[in-house]
């Protein structure tokens, strides 16, 4: 399965430097400039095999998976698939949560809690920020939904089989039997530890709009990098990487890196 990886567009707090976690911000000006730029360019980017359009709950997310879809809609007319997308929202797919640190920059945080903050960037992985979360957290719920990824591509591809099949039908004049949704359409429930390879078909693609940490922590961890090194990562506002998920999740390495951070603002 080819996971495309797309970060949100700017935001207030990112031009302050400020952390954000999981306040609900809006794209900035410059953010909706970005994503514009980004869904103009859909047809470089995006291959043609049907996708499923997932997206976190976060406003600046939902905002930048919504133009995608609408920009995509009619750049790629010609492929069905986007007639019948719709964004998946998973709630797992937030950033990161900073806790107290939220709205503060790196410095005003270090401030408040020098010794906290110095025994976080020791340890991220273990260590949270104060009533935030650690990587190890971040990542047992960025796996749940890795797990629900390959049953959304599955169930977009039986939406756009489905809807051909009805247009097929109708201009011919009949009716077939068999075209109707899956009872399993809009369900995603595998758990992360049915996450296998084998349950994501190479022609498989889907798309997640999400934020940063999610992103790096992800790659880091698909790619057997240090989880602590991940912010040598460098993940741009409105950008798009490629995970190739190769083989069983629950064991690293389990992925393929074939683009990292493409922007086009």
Not at 4 to 9: A, V
Not at 120 to 149: N, Q
Not at 175 to 191: F, I
Request: charged share 20%.
């Amino acid at each position: 399965m080819r996971l495309f990886l797309i970060r949100h567009g700017a935001t207030a707090y990112q031009a302050e430097h400020r952390y954000t976690g999981q306040r609900d911000l809006p794209l900035s000006d410059q953010g909706i400039l970005q994503v514009q730029a980004l869904a103009d360019a859909m047809p470089d980017w995006l291959p043609a095999q049907p996708v499923a359009l997932v997206t976190s709950d976060l406003a600046r997310s939902m905002a930048t998976a919504d133009v995608l879809q609408r920009r995509a809609a009619t750049l790629m007319s010609h492929q069905a698939i986007w007639q019948h997308v719709t964004p998946i929202i998973d709630p797992d797919l937030r950033e990161i949560a900073f806790g107290v640190w939220e709205g503060l920059t790196f410095a005003e945080a270090q401030a408040r809690d020098p010794d906290h903050m110095a025994a976080w960037i020791a340890d991220p992985v273990a260590v949270a920020p104060p009533g935030g979360e650690t990587i190890a957290t971040l990542l047992k719920r960025v796996l749940r939904a890795l797990a629900r990824a390959g049953q959304a591509a599955t169930n977009q591809r039986e939406r756009v089989d489905t809807a051909h099949a009805l247009t097929t039908a109708s201009e011919s004049g009949s009716t077939p039997g068999d075209a109707k949704l899956s009872p399993n359409h809009g369900r995603l429930e595998p758990s992360a530890a049915e996450c296998r390879g084998d349950q994501f078909p190479s022609d498989s693609t889907v798309l997640w709009v999400t934020h940063g940490g999610v992103i790096t922590s992800l790659v880091a961890l698909g790619l057997d990098m240090p989880l602590a090194a991940r912010w040598r990562l460098r993940c741009d506002p409105a950008s798009v990487s490629v995970l190739d998920i190769n083989s069983d999740v629950t064991e690293a390495p389990f992925g393929i890196l074939e683009q990292w951070n493409r922007t086009f603002a």
